[in-house]
């Protein structure tokens, strides 16, 4: 059995969007992050490279995936 822990973690700001599992939250404060700040997809993708040991979200998903959607990285992550 192999298991993986994700984390992460992203300042609050007032006028960014908060989006949690790939749903946009209605709320004044939001996220902030080089992608759309989902720390709930963003912890899963950590947790299943863990798992993989494939090294990290940070390692694999690196500036050129700035201002990407986090499904797209769960997706390319369930992939790997």
């Known amino acids: 059995m ?3 822990i994700g984390f992460d973690f992203h300042i609050f700001k007032k006028g960014a969007p ?17 992608t759309d700040g989902d720390i709930l997809i963003h912890a899963l993708v950590d947790a299943l490279l863990g798992a993989t040991g494939t090294g990290d979200i940070g390692e694999l998903f690196c500036s050129s995936w700035k201002n ?11 992939n790997i």
């Open 2 to 4: 192999k298991i993986g």
């Open 18 to 34: 908060l989006i949690l599992g790939g749903v946009e939250i209605p709320y004044e404060y939001g996220l902030v992050s080089e």
């Open 68 to 78: 990407k959607s986090s499904v797209d990285i769960l997706k390319t992550t369930i």
